[in-house]
Protein backbone atom coordinates (compact mmCIF):
# COMPACT_ATOMS: atom_id res chain seq x y z
CA UNK A 1 0.00 0.00 0.00
CA UNK A 2 1.06 3.52 -0.91
CA UNK A 3 1.48 5.39 2.86
CA UNK A 4 1.17 8.60 0.47
CA UNK A 5 -2.27 8.26 -0.20
CA UNK A 6 -3.65 6.80 3.23
CA UNK A 7 -2.58 8.05 6.59
CA UNK A 8 -1.84 5.12 9.37
CA UNK A 9 -5.27 5.15 10.36
CA UNK A 10 -5.66 3.29 6.98
CA UNK A 11 -8.60 6.17 5.95
CA UNK A 12 -7.81 7.96 2.44
CA UNK A 13 -6.88 11.84 2.47
CA UNK A 14 -8.79 12.72 -0.69
CA UNK A 15 -12.10 13.31 1.44
CA UNK A 16 -10.29 15.80 3.93
CA UNK A 17 -7.75 17.55 0.61
CA UNK A 18 -11.75 18.31 -0.59
CA UNK A 19 -13.39 19.71 2.47
CA UNK A 20 -10.47 21.78 2.71
CA UNK A 21 -10.80 23.02 -0.97
CA UNK A 22 -14.54 23.42 -0.69
CA UNK A 23 -14.21 25.54 2.64
CA UNK A 24 -11.58 27.93 0.86
CA UNK A 25 -13.90 28.34 -2.03
CA UNK A 26 -16.61 29.32 0.23
CA UNK A 27 -14.87 31.93 2.15
CA UNK A 28 -12.97 33.71 -1.24
CA UNK A 29 -16.83 33.57 -2.39
CA UNK A 30 -17.93 35.54 0.42
CA UNK A 31 -15.21 37.86 0.52
CA UNK A 32 -16.17 38.53 -3.20
CA UNK A 33 -19.28 39.29 -2.49
CA UNK A 34 -18.31 41.72 -0.26
CA UNK A 35 -17.05 44.03 -2.17
CA UNK A 36 -18.21 47.03 -3.31
CA UNK A 37 -19.75 46.81 -7.16
CA UNK A 38 -18.80 50.61 -8.78
CA UNK A 39 -18.23 54.06 -7.16
CA UNK A 40 -21.64 54.92 -5.83
CA UNK A 41 -21.15 58.40 -3.74
CA UNK A 42 -22.51 58.40 -0.12
CA UNK A 43 -22.96 62.34 0.04
CA UNK A 44 -26.56 62.62 0.36
CA UNK A 45 -26.20 66.32 0.55
CA UNK A 46 -25.99 66.52 -3.41
CA UNK A 47 -29.90 65.43 -3.47
CA UNK A 48 -31.32 69.21 -4.43
CA UNK A 49 -28.19 70.76 -5.62
CA UNK A 50 -29.75 71.24 -9.33
CA UNK A 51 -28.67 67.79 -10.74
CA UNK A 52 -31.06 64.92 -10.14
CA UNK A 53 -30.17 61.87 -8.28
CA UNK A 54 -30.80 58.32 -8.40
CA UNK A 55 -30.26 56.81 -4.69
CA UNK A 56 -30.19 52.65 -3.76
CA UNK A 57 -30.66 51.55 -0.43
CA UNK A 58 -28.00 49.20 0.44
CA UNK A 59 -27.04 46.72 3.11
CA UNK A 60 -24.31 44.60 2.96
CA UNK A 61 -25.88 41.66 4.61
CA UNK A 62 -28.49 41.74 1.89
CA UNK A 63 -27.62 40.50 -1.63
CA UNK A 64 -30.77 42.71 -3.50
CA UNK A 65 -29.00 45.93 -3.18
CA UNK A 66 -25.86 44.58 -4.50
CA UNK A 67 -27.70 43.19 -7.61
CA UNK A 68 -29.53 46.46 -7.87
CA UNK A 69 -26.37 48.14 -7.85
CA UNK A 70 -25.37 45.76 -10.55
CA UNK A 71 -28.39 46.42 -12.66
CA UNK A 72 -28.09 50.28 -12.23
CA UNK A 73 -24.35 50.09 -13.47
CA UNK A 74 -25.60 48.45 -16.90
CA UNK A 75 -27.60 51.97 -17.40
CA UNK A 76 -25.07 54.17 -16.21
CA UNK A 77 -23.38 55.46 -18.79
CA UNK A 78 -26.18 56.52 -20.78
CA UNK A 79 -26.87 59.12 -17.67
CA UNK A 80 -23.74 59.74 -16.38
CA UNK A 81 -22.88 63.64 -15.91
CA UNK A 82 -26.72 64.41 -16.14
CA UNK A 83 -27.79 62.44 -12.76
CA UNK A 84 -26.02 61.85 -9.88
CA UNK A 85 -25.69 58.14 -8.53
CA UNK A 86 -25.70 57.69 -4.97
CA UNK A 87 -26.08 55.13 -1.84
CA UNK A 88 -27.61 55.38 1.13
CA UNK A 89 -25.80 52.40 3.01
CA UNK A 90 -28.17 51.37 5.63
CA UNK A 91 -25.31 50.24 8.04
CA UNK A 92 -24.34 54.17 8.25
CA UNK A 93 -26.27 56.32 10.42
CA UNK A 94 -26.67 58.67 7.92
CA UNK A 95 -27.73 56.41 5.42
CA UNK A 96 -30.27 54.71 8.20
CA UNK A 97 -31.43 58.33 8.67
CA UNK A 98 -31.70 58.97 5.12
CA UNK A 99 -33.98 55.71 4.71
CA UNK A 100 -35.97 56.13 7.27
CA UNK A 101 -37.33 59.69 5.96
CA UNK A 102 -37.72 57.65 2.58
CA UNK A 103 -39.16 54.50 3.79
CA UNK A 104 -36.55 52.39 2.23
CA UNK A 105 -35.33 48.98 2.61
CA UNK A 106 -32.22 47.54 0.64
CA UNK A 107 -32.73 47.54 -3.04
CA UNK A 108 -35.15 50.11 -3.14
CA UNK A 109 -34.55 53.20 -5.71
CA UNK A 110 -35.73 56.54 -5.12
CA UNK A 111 -35.34 58.89 -8.08
CA UNK A 112 -35.37 62.56 -7.04
CA UNK A 113 -35.56 65.44 -9.55
CA UNK A 114 -32.94 68.41 -9.55
CA UNK A 115 -34.80 70.61 -6.73
CA UNK A 116 -34.76 67.29 -4.60
CA UNK A 117 -38.25 66.11 -4.66
CA UNK A 118 -38.77 62.19 -5.33
CA UNK A 119 -39.67 61.70 -8.92
CA UNK A 120 -40.02 58.19 -8.93
CA UNK A 121 -39.70 54.98 -6.02
CA UNK A 122 -38.66 51.43 -7.76
CA UNK A 123 -39.11 48.37 -5.35
CA UNK A 124 -36.37 46.00 -6.29
CA UNK A 125 -35.57 47.07 -9.91
CA UNK A 126 -35.71 43.76 -12.03
CA UNK A 127 -34.72 45.38 -15.35
CA UNK A 128 -32.45 47.76 -16.93
CA UNK A 129 -35.45 49.27 -18.78
CA UNK A 130 -37.55 50.04 -15.45
CA UNK A 131 -34.59 51.80 -14.09
CA UNK A 132 -33.95 53.84 -17.62
CA UNK A 133 -37.96 54.53 -17.88
CA UNK A 134 -37.33 56.23 -14.17
CA UNK A 135 -34.81 58.46 -14.86
CA UNK A 136 -36.18 59.29 -18.62
CA UNK A 137 -39.38 61.31 -16.56
CA UNK A 138 -36.50 63.69 -15.48
CA UNK A 139 -35.97 66.43 -17.06
CA UNK A 140 -32.23 66.41 -17.63
CA UNK A 141 -29.60 68.39 -19.77
Known amino acids: MDNKTKPASGKPRWPRALITLAV ?5 ALLLIQLPRGAFST ?52 GQAFARRHDMDDAIVVVFDADGSPAARLVIPQTAEVIRAALDILDTP
Request: glycine share 10%; charged share 20%.
Open 24 to 28: VVGAL
Open 43 to 94: DLSRIGQGIPALVVARDKNYLAGAEVMDLINTVRPEYEGKIAFLAAHLGHPD
